[in-house]
């Protein structure tokens, strides 16, 4: 299915019910006094993150929810019932934003976390509680309160470990397929990939990691060229960045941009987008290693290297013939096992200093 990561809807929770104005009338009691009750309050939308959902692409049909109104009031002190409230399912990693005010309101990041988006109204009072010593037959009741409305938008931002970007045709979904079971379509010309791809690179039993293909990124795609500029948010939430560069790219077209050139492109683009970005691990995979000949590789990789003033890892592989790919993930693999083992260290001697 074609990833849909972006959405706008309208939420409008339940108006409350009105109170009621009644009088009890019963054989015996003629002067029983008011009775009429409250009226229920509305529904509530909430949005509920479901780690089964992967797409926001039912908002594209369907843009308007609406909770149930609270029944209004009845005699003999009857309170109406309240509005069942509205559930609407999102993936995890949905950021909320309200339209209006451009303010997030939420964050879904756990499969389970419940967002309230809109408030149901109050039910209004009925007329047993305006009954005083003056005035005995109120015949005054309040309606219910309008339930909110909100304009959301809504932004799927994908969950994964890792991050692969790169320009088109550097080998991105070459390179998740080496070593994931997902399957990306691959081909020799550039935006292949429209959409995000995630894998799973399982390492051995209970140690894995996700990683995302993002569509390849061009110069401009912060201002909105290319198909990567869409998807740049995807790599916000990923501990690590793989560079991947074409270490022998064609003649002509985005392919002939030198890989340094292309590594500092898309350096200048990841700072426009987010300067966060460009502050994460990011380590250099250099591809395509088998369209030269094997004793002009690793001259070819460290002339780069060295071009750049490259200061972190980098990796010299074929993806296509799964050349050093696996070495690669093993790494990535070893370098969460240390983030978690600081993490927890951390938090150890927090709690060996706490008061």
């Not at 691959?186 to 996700?210: I, K, M, W």
């Not at 004793?295 to 050093?324: F, P, T």
């Not at 927890?344 to 200093?353: I, P, R, V």
Request: aromatic letters at 6%.
């Amino acid at each position: 299915m074609k990833l849909v990561d972006e959405a706008e809807i309208q939420v409008i929770a339940g108006n409350g019910g009105n109170g009621c104005i009644g009088f009890r009338r019963e054989k015996f009691i003629p002067l029983g006094g008011p009775d009429g009750g409250d009226g229920g309050a509305g529904g509530s939308v909430w949005l509920v993150a479901d780690e089964n959902v992967n797409t926001l692409v039912d908002f594209r049909h369907q843009k308007q929810f609406r909770a149930q109104r609270g029944e209004n009031g009845m005699g003999r002190q009857a309170y109406g019932k309240g509005g069942d409230d509205l559930v609407i399912v999102v993936p995890v990693g949905t950021v909320v934003t309200n339209v209006e005010t451009d303010e997030v309101i939420g964050d879904l990041t756990t499969s389970g976390d419940r967002l309230l988006v809109a408030r149901g109204g109050k039910g209004g009072l009925g007329n047993m509680h305006f009954k005083s010593s003056t005035n005995r037959t109120p015949r005054k009741a309040l309606p219910g309160l309008p339930g909110e409305q909100r304009e959301l938008k809504l932004e799927l931002k994908l969950l994964a470990d890792v991050g692969l970007l790169g320009f088109p045709n550097a080998g991105k979904s070459t390179l998740i397929r080496a070593v994931s079971a997902a399957t990306p379509k691959v081909a020799d010309y550039p935006f292949t990939t429209l959409y995000p791809n995630l894998g799973v690179v399982s390492v051995e039993a209970h140690r894995s990691f996700v990683i995302a293909d993002i569509p390849g990124l061009i110069e401009g795609a912060a201002d909105g060229a290319g198909l990567g500029a869409q998807f740049l948010r995807h790599l916000q939430r990923t501990r690590l960045l793989l560079h991947l560069v074409d270490i022998a790219p064609m003649e002509g077209g985005v392919e002939g941009v030198s890989p340094a050139e292309q590594v500092r492109a898309i350096e200048r683009e990841l700072a426009k987008h987010d300067p966060e970005l460009l502050a994460k691990p990011r380590w250099l995979v250099l591809n395509k290693a088998d369209l030269l000949l094997e004793e002009e590789q690793k001259a070819a990789a460290q002339a780069i290297v060295d071009e750049l003033g490259w200061k972190d890892r980098w990796y010299l592989v074929s993806a296509i013939g799964r050349d050093g790919t696996w070495p690669i993930m093993l790494d990535v693999m070893a370098f969460f096992d240390r983030q978690r083992e600081e993490a927890l260290e951390a938090a150890n001697a927090a709690g060996e200093h706490a008061p």
